[in-house]
């Protein structure tokens, strides 16, 4: 079983930045891909940004220039540092790791609001 906790969340002015993270913990595990989620009301959940155990990136679209995913392995934390931050990225984060043991695990969220 492995559990994600993220933190980070809250309240920012359009143009500003936050960084979240999120700790993978749990027993006898090992996580391979980690990465960030998120879903705004009435949206389905999309992809922010992942990265493997090698550094290999994959991001959304829409963050394309503007996110940047990062991890430290021994520590079993990714993190995300978002800049220039639009209300359109208001939702909830959900950090998400694939584990060695094949299954997808996800975190509880946390929120992202984005308003002036």
């Known amino acids: 079983q492995v559990q994600l906790v993220e933190s980070g969340g809250g309240l920012v002015q359009p143009g500003g930045s936050l960084t979240l993270d999120c700790l993978a913990s749990g027993s006898a595990f090992r996580v391979n891909d980690m990465g960030w989620y998120r879903q705004a009301p009435g949206k389905p959940r999309e992809l922010v940004a992942t990265m493997t155990r090698g550094a290999r990136t994959n991001y959304g679209n829409s963050v394309k220039g503007r996110f940047t995913i990062s991890r430290d392995n021994a520590k079993n934390t990714v993190y995300l540092q978002m800049h220039s931050l639009k209300p359109e990225d208001t939702a909830v984060y959900y950090c998400?790791?694939?584990?060695?043991?094949?299954?997808?695990?996800w975190g509880k969220g946390t929120l992202v609001t984005v308003s002036s």
């Open positions: 998400w790791t694939y584990a060695a043991n094949g299954m997808d695990y």
